[in-house]
């Protein structure tokens, strides 16, 4: 990825951390998996923010190609794990074992996780299928 790419990135997410909500900085994310359609983390941003705005079709896409790019990846899991929740698709236990195995493997990950899990509630309250993959990776 380009220089200018790994900027257009950090400033996305440095948006969306300091509050920006997910409609604001999600046209960001299009444009860095446009420019850069090979950076897994770019489309695991994007499916993120997707499923925030209540768009699980283009979610489900954008998820199956981040863990495409990077299947080690259980944030890109989890986001796949949503998308197929919202969409009422199969598959969702499959990827929720690929996240407890690098939970596992890696424990440091579990506070990253459990970070992201407590944004997605705060910026979507009552978000069913969070809350049931909350519940099952028992974070």
């Known amino acids: 990825m380009e220089t200018s790419q790994d900027s257009l990135f950090e400033q996305a997410m440095a948006r969306y951390q300091a509050g920006a909500a997910a409609d604001e900085v999600l046209p960001d994310f299009a444009r860095i998996v446009e420019a850069a359609p090979r950076q897994s983390a770019g489309w695991t ?14 979610a489900l896409r954008s998820a199956r190609f ?5 299947g ?9 794990s949503l998308a197929l929740l919202e969409t009422q698709s199969k598959g969702v236990r499959d990827h929720i074992q690929v996240v407890q195995q690098v939970m596992t493997l890696a424990p ?12 997605g509630l705060q910026r979507k309250p009552g978000w069913k299928a969070l809350e049931k ?6 974070l």
């Not at 981040?66 to 990077?70: C, D, F, S, T």
């Open 45 to 58: 941003c994007l499916a993120w923010l997707q499923l925030l705005c209540d768009q699980p079709e283009e």
């Open 66 to 70: 981040a863990v495409k790019l990077n």
């Open 72 to 80: 080690q990846d259980p944030q890109a899991r989890i986001n796949l």
């Open 108 to 119: 440091e990950m579990s506070s990253e996780l459990k970070a992201s899990i407590a944004d």
């Open 133 to 138: 993959v909350k519940a099952w990776l028992e």
